[in-house]
């Protein structure tokens, strides 16, 4: 079947239905679907305020709260419900800003070459001359802690994987015959960039995201952890594992919220390979160039 | 010149050009600060004072412009002074020297403990592909990429140490020990050179937890690139040629296609290292382990910021200099990088 399909020479912009007939791709994207779910209602289906101190401290999962009381006496079912809609949006508004800001640098460094693409390229070697949650730690910490700092730290130190994939396959791409007729058709570079070379770059820059997505996931809850994302008494993921870390014989606080990252960075890992597995060969090696 | 002389020099200047990016960054970032700086020094009433406040600025080099400043501080780094630590009074240099040889030490035996189990699964997964071995193994390291490694720290922390008891839970060596004299800060090390094996099982059991679950999320990514990097070996010509020409497969398998892998698997060890870095900043806390990780830990908490930026100091230059490393091994296992 898949070899049937390749010998098709149609554009693959839209990789995603087939990829999501891998079986793991499937369940990964239900996964997803439940906590989009999940998120989008949470204000109806979580039994109690996420906020409200309104029950016993550090009550034991199974009583009247699901999944047991923090500290406080805040319901942790509500609040790992709740922590989706933090998690998630800022995750995708991540990846997505960090995507689109790196795809159009890298474009511009391997479309335009010289002094653009050695300015552009060397600044995006700094970045990845650090461990990603160590520059975004930095960043975040000089900027004081909030959920807005904390996205700025993290597009910061993404957008260099979405710029070295799409630089590379500019560059190859404007050979093209048709990019060159076209620019001597009269075609400005600006349009023929983004007419004639980006759909070349679409595909595998937006396969670079999914598979980062995860990544991001994790990313952020750690700066959240830390103390540098979300600020008392919001209900994010990491922050409420960070509660743990002070009351651990009280297993359930840590362990709920961080089985929330899990299957949220297992669910978007699994619709990432498939998609990458979708990808042919090429594309998929220039795609893993620009994982951290 | 030799290609291979070249190769290392040119990997050398590289180095050296982004360690001096990093002191950028940080000193940029220091420089970012929204709160003021010098009200953060001096505290609340002494910079009430515009005399003292001057003075101070003055005395520090803040009336300069901002290049001579980055100059100056570049000095300071250079002689060892990064700052005072607002939280502890104590300067961050003095607490770096003293946490490292920690870290490194839990680093190093996570990523051994990495390198050996990942390339195993890899290597057992590639060999028995589309078996269920290999899809035991390719869950197995997705969870270990997937999970939080804060998250999974504070599980077995809770399961192995606080339920069972099987192993010592926190610090370096049970309380009331003596550490061995100090050589290379390594406890293990150091205890062996001095003789003193009571101290080596002290030391060694209380590295086994944290090691493990630092090790979990670099295993997970090190079985991945180790399984594809051993299949596309296993359909070279060299293996097939091995394999026709009679050889036992465990021959080929360890003479043949885990030396043709090996090559490539090295390209991501400076990955790993710096996932295991990440790892350590988080988890240490949980471990009450005394090492950068928990410095930074604390200083984030705290929001010492001289503190923190000591740590992206030190682990930028390590990673970097394991990067360096790393490319130096490549260069000399495999030939046609010199050439490149």
Redesign the interface.
């Given at each position: 079947m898949t070899a049937v399909e390749n010998t098709r020479s149609r554009p693959r912009r839209f990789a995603l239905p087939k990829a999501l007939r891998s079986p793991l791709g499937v369940i990964g994207a239900s996964i997803i679907a439940v906590w989009v779910v999940a998120a989008v209602l949470a204000p109806w289906i979580a039994p109690a305020d996420p906020l409200a101190q309104s029950f016993p401290r550090l009550q034991e999962p199974g009583g009247t709260n699901i999944l047991g009381t923090d500290a406080v006496g805040r319901d942790i079912l509500s609040r790992v419900i709740h922590g989706a809609r933090i998690s998630l949006p800022l995750a995708l508004l991540v990846v997505v800003s960090s995507m689109i800001l790196g795809t159009v640098l890298g474009a511009i460094a391997g479309y335009f070459g010289k002094v653009l693409d050695e300015v552009i390229m060397r600044v995006a070697?700094?970045v990845f001359?650090?461990?990603?949650?160590?520059?975004a730690?930095?960043?975040?910490?000089?900027?004081?802690?909030s959920l807005t700092n904390a996205f700025i730290a993290m597009l910061v130190v993404s957008w260099p994987g979405y710029a070295r994939v799409a630089r590379s396959l500019v560059m190859v791409a404007r050979q093209n015959e048709y990019v060159v007729a076209g620019r001597l058709l009269g075609a400005s570079a600006l349009t023929s960039l983004w007419r004639d070379v980006l759909p070349n770059v679409i595909s595998p820059v937006l396969v670079l995201a999914t598979l980062n997505v995860?990544a991001a996931i994790?990313e952020l809850?750690?700066l959240s952890?830390?103390?540098?994302g979300a600020v008392p008494p919001l209900a994010d993921w990491?922050a409420m594992?960070?509660d743990?870390?002070h009351q651990?014989?009280s297993?359930w606080i840590?362990?709920f919220?961080?089985l929330a990252?899990?299957t949220v960075?297992?669910a978007f890992?699994?619709v990432g390979d498939s998609l990458r597995d979708s990808l042919d060969p090429t594309m998929a090696k220039a795609v893993n160039g620009g994982k951290? | 010149m030799h290609p291979l002389a070249r190769y290392l020099l040119t990997r050398l200047g590289?180095g050296v050009v982004?360690a001096f990016?990093?002191t950028l960054?940080?000193f940029t970032?220091?420089n970012?600060?929204?709160?003021d700086p010098v009200q953060a020094a001096l505290g609340e009433q002494a910079s009430a004072n515009p005399a003292i406040v001057q003075q101070f600025r003055e005395d520090m080099g803040l009336d300069k412009p901002l290049p001579v400043q980055y100059v100056t501080y570049l000095g300071n780094l250079l002689q060892g002074d990064f700052g005072v630590s607002v939280q502890t009074r104590t300067p961050v240099a003095l607490e770096l020297q003293r946490a490292f040889p920690a870290t490194a030490e839990l680093a190093t035996a996570a990523i051994l403990l990495s390198i050996l189990v990942g390339i195993g699964l890899g290597l057992m997964a590639a060999l028995r592909r589309g078996k269920t071995v290999d899809h035991v193994i390719r869950l197995v390291s997705?969870?270990g990429?997937?999970?939080?490694?804060?998250?999974l720290a504070?599980?077995a922390?809770?399961v192995v140490f606080?339920q069972l008891r099987l192993l010592p839970g926190s610090g370096r060596l049970s309380p009331g020990a003596v550490p061995p004299p100090n050589v290379t800060g390594f406890y293990t090390i150091d205890s062996v050179l001095a003789g003193q094996w009571a101290t080596f099982g002290d030391a060694l059991s209380h590295l086994i937890l944290p090691g493990t679950v630092l090790a979990l999320s670099t295993i997970g990514l090190l079985t991945r690139f180790a399984r594809s990097s051993v299949l596309d070996v296993l359909s070279l010509d060299y293996v097939r040629a091995a394999r026709a020409k009679g050889l036992p497969s465990s021959a080929v398998t360890l003479r043949y296609v885990l030396r043709g892998a090996l090559v490539p698997i090295i390209t991501v060890l400076g990955?790993a290292f710096?996932?295991l870095?990440?790892g350590a900043?988080?988890t240490e806390?949980?471990f009450a382990w005394h090492g950068i990780g928990e410095y930074?830990?604390n200083?984030?908490?705290r929001?010492d910021?001289p503190a923190?930026?000591g740590?992206?100091l030190v682990?930028?230059i390590t990673?970097?200099l394991i990067n360096l490393a790393v490319d130096v091994l490549y260069g000399f296992l495999d030939p046609r990088v010199r050439r490149a």
């Open positions: 070697d700094l001359a650090f461990p990603t949650i160590i520059l730690l930095v960043i975040a910490a000089a900027l004081g802690p995860g994790l809850s750690g952890f830390l103390g540098l990491g594992v960070s743990g870390v651990f014989s297993w840590a362990l919220p961080g990252i899990l960075v297992v890992n699994l951290r | 590289i982004l990016g990093i960054v940080t970032l220091a970012l600060v929204p709160g997705l969870l990429i997937s999970a939080p490694t804060f998250w504070l599980v922390y809770y606080y990955i710096g996932s870095l990440s900043v988080l806390k949980v930074a830990y200083g984030a908490t929001l910021l923190v930026m740590v992206g682990v930028g990673y970097i």
